[in-house]
């Protein structure tokens, strides 16, 4: 499933593995607010070049510009 988010001004495409899963999407952007605040390096450069973030259980993995910028956190 596919849904979009709105994060720092730019729309996010957020791809749900489970269907029944809106609750791991509303956390999401508290959680990349949380971590763009006080998270290391690695983690701010691929919150600020973000462009789609996929859920997977309690996961998110953010895809950014560049491919080896692509991590994977917990939202839980």
Do not use: W
């Not at 709105?6 to 508290?30: G, H, M, R, W």
């Not at 607010?33 to 998110?60: D, F, P």
């Amino acid at each position: 499933m596919k849904t979009l988010i709105l994060f720092q001004n730019k729309t996010i495409p957020v791809y749900v593995t489970e269907s029944n899963n809106k609750k791991a999407v509303d956390k999401l952007s508290v959680v990349l607010n949380r971590k763009l605040e006080t998270g290391k390096n690695a983690l701010r450069n691929c919150i600020k070049s973000l462009i789609s973030v996929e859920i997977t259980g309690s996961e998110a993995t953010l895809h950014s510009y560049h491919e080896k910028d692509t991590l994977t956190i917990s939202l839980y």
